[in-house]
């Protein structure tokens, strides 16, 4: 499974209906689950993002299928970035030259 971490921030539609932004997180991390991502953890931040979001998908398209269907909701835009871990990152090592 890969391993993924979206930044997001609301939109303006986000923003004016935030008293329903655990509930929406919620129906997120079930359609999430039933599109094949694991929903790991959905943070809540101050700064530059309003949520940080780490997931695992099986690849890179159904994770793409998962962010767009949360995009259609209009509530959250997201940028997302693949992350490898230790043992990952250390077979990508090892196959340098």
């Known amino acids: 499974m890969g391993k993924y971490v979206l930044?997001?921030?609301w939109?303006?539609?986000?923003?004016?209906?935030v008293k329903?932004?655990?509930?929406?997180s919620r129906a997120a991390r079930e359609a999430f689950a039933r599109m094949?991502?694991?929903?790991r953890e959905w943070?809540?931040?101050?700064g530059q993002y309003d949520v940080v979001l780490t997931v695992e998908a099986p690849d890179d398209e159904t994770l793409t299928r998962?962010?767009?269907a949360l995009a259609l909701?209009?509530?959250?835009?997201?940028?997302?970035?693949?992350?490898?871990?230790?043992s990952e990152m250390e077979e990508i090592l090892g196959a340098l030259p």
Not at 11 to 17: L, P, Q, V, W, Y
Not at 20 to 24: E, I, L, N, P, S
Not at 43 to 46: E, G, R, V, Y
Not at 73 to 86: I, M
């Open 73 to 86: 909701q209009g509530n959250l835009r997201t940028t997302t970035l693949r992350g490898f871990g230790e």
């Open 20 to 24: 329903d932004t655990v509930k929406r």
């Open 66 to 68: 998962a962010a767009l």
């Open 11 to 17: 939109t303006d539609k986000g923003a004016r209906e």
């Open 36 to 39: 094949g991502v694991n929903a």
């Open 43 to 46: 943070i809540f931040t101050l």
């Open 7 to 9: 930044l997001g921030n």
